[in-house]
């Protein structure tokens, strides 16, 4: 598991590594087993030979297990594939091509086979593993949760228009491409363009206020003292005003800006520099961070990015007079909201330029999602939501406890009653069981990294 993923997320690569151990060994061992030296099996092979054909049900029976070790092999080779999207991809067709063949072989099964392999569990099997493949590769991010982001930043009763922008999410090939590449270029000559609109936007005019008032100190200093007083108030002041947004530019300019200072203390120079410039009430509404272990890499440089974006259009074009800016978790999401009360824009009629793109890169490369809500004269809210892992290893050992319980009874029943002719009964065992196993794993995994949130 990476740093950043839930706790509970199941490599594909893994699956298929383990999947092809058992398929290969189990298929050549019931390929080879009549010579090995167990004094039972000549007797049952002879007993079940088919009627003038000599060891005709343990050919079938080789025939099988031949393609099981065929298909173990092509796990082998999809366990090689590194993309984990691709991989996931991967698990999920091969878990549809146990399906659909496992229903073709069960009927073939039910109305030949079982006279020559009578064991139900034979038929079923193959239905049972695409089953739990199945939920292996809709569940390998993490187990289901159905919080919604975004819930807590836009109201039922919100009038406009509410985007949801999609974003690609973690394929290697994808964030290789071409459009990739040519949305990085175009964004690294935006930012610079946008350096340097601020630098004469903003420190300029200080530095030029600086020369006004030192010239009108110089003047009044022989014989308007109190004047010249007053002056050089007004050059401490616009030069304090520079140095701040000096500082947020030289931050933007760096390659890591967050490094030392942090996602909150990045974030406020922006808010400071931007209620500077345009003379906005900016306020900056900050919860406690989770630990940088439970976010995907690079979180905290792709949101603060992000939200200097957002601030930057506000500064050029929104003419507010109240910004609220809100970072903290929600559920099982880190988000950052940016609302200001604005001007506002028409989605369908405005003309997009490279600041929306740039969001939504930055964001889709640390599998985040993107939220565009505005309407002319009614303000616009930007906001951003990454997947968190918030659950703590007892949250993680209450699970595994509750499904290895769920896990052992299931086995009890099928051991008293016999019930392994039942085929769902077959599939809600291995379900338990590999949610048990991997809660298990979760737990081990967040006990031994650090947890204060």
Same mark, same amino acid.
């Given at each position: ?7 509970? /997320?199941?490599?594909? !690569? =893994?699956?298929?590594? &383990?999947? #092809?151990?058992? @398929?290969? %060994? ?5 390929? +080879? ?42 796990? /082998?080779?999809?366990? !090689? =594939?590194?993309?984990? &999207?691709? #991989?996931?991809? @991967?698990? %999920? ?5 146990? +399906? ?354």
């Amino acid at each position: 598991m990476q740093t950043g993923q839930f706790a509970d /997320a199941i490599d594909t !690569r =893994v699956v298929f590594r &383990i999947y #092809s151990w058992i @398929a290969i %060994t189990s298929g050549v061992f019931v390929y +080879l087993w009549w010579p090995l030296p167990f004094g039972f099996l000549p007797d049952a092979i002879t007993a079940v030979n088919l009627p003038d054909l000599p060891f005709g049900r343990f050919a079938v029976i080789r025939t099988l297990a031949a393609i099981v070790v065929a298909i173990g092999m092509c796990a /082998a080779g999809f366990a !090689r =594939v590194e993309d984990p &999207i691709s #991989s996931r991809r @991967a698990l %999920t067709w091969f878990a549809a091509a146990h +399906l659909f063949g496992g229903l073709l072989f069960f009927g073939q099964w039910l109305a030949i086979l079982s006279v020559v392999l009578p064991w139900p569990i034979i038929g079923w099997t193959p239905i049972v593993v695409g089953i739990v493949l199945l939920y292996v590769s809709l569940t390998a991010t993490h187990t289901p949760r159905w919080h919604r982001p975004f819930r807590h930043v836009i109201g039922d009763d919100t009038q406009g228009t509410l985007t949801l922008v999609r974003t690609k999410h973690g394929s290697l090939h994808t964030l290789r491409s071409q459009y990739e590449q040519q949305i990085r270029e175009a964004a690294r000559i935006e930012e610079r363009a946008r350096l340097a609109r601020d630098l004469h936007d903003a420190v300029k005019q200080q530095l030029f206020a600086i020369q006004t008032s030192a010239a009108t100190a110089q003047e009044r200093l022989a014989s308007d003292t109190g004047g010249a007083r007053s002056a050089l108030d007004q050059v401490r002041a616009s030069a304090r005003d520079a140095m701040t947004e000096m500082e947020a530019l030289l931050g933007q300019l760096q390659a890591d800006p967050i490094e030392n200072t942090g996602l909150v203390a990045a974030l406020k120079e922006q808010c400071d520099a931007l209620g500077l410039r345009t003379g906005a009430d900016v306020r900056l509404e900050a919860a406690a961070m989770p630990s940088s272990t439970r976010l995907p890499p690079g979180t905290a440089q792709a949101l603060f990015r992000a939200g200097q974006e957002a601030l930057s259009n506000i500064a050029r074009h929104a003419r507010a007079e109240h910004v609220i800016v809100r970072l903290g978790l929600s559920g099982h999401n880190l988000e950052l909201s940016i609302r200001d009360d604005g001007a506002g824009f028409d989605p369908e009629t405005a003309a997009h330029g490279m600041g929306l793109a740039n969001m939504r890169t930055r964001i889709g490369e640390v599998g985040g999602s993107m939220m565009m809500h505005t309407s002319p004269d009614n303000g616009t809210t930007v906001a951003f939501a990454v997947p968190c892992d918030p659950r703590t290893s007892h949250d993680y050992g209450l699970r595994a406890a509750i499904w290895v319980g769920v896990s052992a009874a299931l086995m009890a029943a099928l051991a008293a009653f016999g019930t392994w002719a039942r085929p769902w009964y077959q599939m809600m065992i291995a379900v338990a069981t590999v949610t048990a196993a991997r809660s298990i794993v979760a737990w081990y995994r967040v006990r031994g990294r650090h947890e204060a949130i």
